[in-house]
């Protein structure tokens, strides 16, 4: 069926009560989905602190929340005349965004972007009276769009990615995700494939801009102490972060032909999503694996005998397992998920092993690999197959840890060039302020 402008916004204007269905649900696993309902569905009001001019940052999740920090320092010391409106839409944004809350509490105000009805949209953006809009990545709603070039805000799509998968499936509903996508007053592609396929979709002004997620900088108490703890650790650790579901059955599986491996290294394995915290350690244990959370243990380096794994039960520590680790291999690759963040492992020195899926990170993947730092195989024997060849080799491994690193430190620098951009959106928007609202 065709989608138009008007039959998309009385779908969205109908449809909005069945959301609190879709929320009573996630709840039942992540009972943060109860609470804000006021803002999901503008029921209340955006309580602001100041009249100062408004810098509307949307990060919907935790990669997008953490890929905002450098954006976010920059504008917070270029623009000291502005406050900022952190906006999320799921529970674990929220949690990591009230970290970015902390730079500046009394310039930072935190809270859910509403669902796309165009009451809802209207009211936010009426309450909230941004001058300027950043969204980060991928996020794209055709009635918040429509409304903020309605009201002249200028808007920007900022470290933004599309795969072909997004791209094939935004390009049938074409009615509305064209001029969804053609209203931002700027658009700041990750790569070259990122821009062509954006344009694509109607995207103008896109300029190529790298990614932002190599400017972020690691948490340093969290690498001293990582750095502390692996000065302790008499056996390398093999770190599985941020595993979705499915694979940590596959690594289990894959286990039982690479036993000598849980003698030889500490394994850790990092989901994630904190509600699948006790699955997966079910999971583990009913695979014939001895595990140890990491939130039960007095100290790490004293680990129960015959400990197999180490789950990493713990929100917002990527920083440490990733100085901790000898080698990554990185989760949502396996699963067809896409692959999740192999920059923040490889900016540590750590060489990365990633699956098949990898179409989140494609660019960043392919150009890791031919640095040296990036290892790509077909399945999870495969991956232990390549962690051992490393373990057996110290000498090989360091060198593609290097070459990891190097090729981060290269890549940095898509900050500043971004900036570039939204200085001068934000002193159009700001001499043009009266006519917005």
């Avoid at 950043?134 to 200028?154: D, F, G």
């Avoid at 990733?322 to 963040?341: H, K, R």
Wanted: hydrophobic share 45%; glycine share 6%; net charge neutral.
């Amino acid at each position: 069926m065709k989608i138009t402008p008007g039959l998309y916004r009385a779908i969205t204007t109908v449809a909005l009560p069945l959301a609190s269905l879709y929320l009573m649900w996630r709840s039942r696993r992540q009972p943060a989905y109860r609470d804000y309902w006021d803002e999901r569905f503008a029921w209340g009001t955006y309580p602001l602190r100041t009249q100062r001019p408004r810098v509307w940052i949307h990060a919907v999740s935790v990669g997008e929340t953490n890929a905002a920090k450098p954006l976010l320092e920059a504008m917070l010391s270029a623009w000291p005349e502005c406050d900022v409106i952190l906006t999320h839409m799921t529970p674990t944004g929220r949690e990591a965004g009230k970290k970015l809350v902390r730079m500046a509490p009394e310039r930072i105000h935190q809270c859910y972007l509403p669902y796309d009805a165009p009451y809802a949209v209207e009211k936010f953006a009426r309450q909230t009276r941004p001058t300027l809009g950043v969204i980060m990545e991928t996020e794209v709603w055709p009635n918040l769009m429509s409304e903020m070039k309605r009201r002249q805000i200028p808007v920007v799509l900022a470290n933004a990615r599309e795969s072909e998968k997004s791209r094939a499936q935004a390009a049938r509903f074409m009615d509305i995700m064209a001029p969804a996508f053609s209203s931002f007053s700027a658009v700041l592609a990750q790569s070259d494939e990122d821009k062509e396929r954006l344009e694509s979709l109607g995207a103008v002004d896109v300029q190529v801009t790298g990614s932002v997620k190599f400017d972020i900088r690691p948490d340093l108490s969290q690498v001293a102490t990582a750095k502390a703890l692996a000065a302790k650790l008499t056996r390398p650790v093999v770190l599985i972060a941020s595993t979705r579901e499915g694979e940590e059955a596959m690594f289990a599986e894959a286990f039982k032909t690479h036993a000598d491996l849980l003698r030889k290294a500490h394994v850790v394995i990092v989901p994630r999503h904190p509600e699948r915290f006790d699955r997966v350690e079910a999971l583990l244990q009913e695979s014939g694996l001895k595990v140890v959370r990491r939130s039960r243990l007095a100290a790490p380096e004293e680990l129960p005998e015959g400990t197999d794994v180490i789950l990493g039960d713990s929100m917002g520590e990527m920083s440490f397992y990733c100085a901790l680790a000898s080698v990554t291999i990185m989760g949502g690759s396996f699963a067809p998920c896409g692959s999740q963040n192999v920059i923040e492992p490889a900016m540590a020195g750590s060489p990365v092993v990633v699956g098949p899926s990898t179409f989140n990170f494609e660019r960043i993947i392919r150009e890791g690999i031919a640095a040296g730092g990036m290892v790509q195989v077909k399945d999870a024997a495969e991956a232990l197959d390549v962690v051992e060849k490393w373990l057996a080799d110290p000498g090989e491994r360091d060198r593609a840890g290097v070459a990891a690193a190097d090729f981060a430190r290269r890549c940095a620098g898509a900050t500043g060039r971004m900036m570039a951009v939204l200085e001068k959106l934000w002193t159009y928007a700001r001499k043009n302020e009266s006519r917005m609202y």
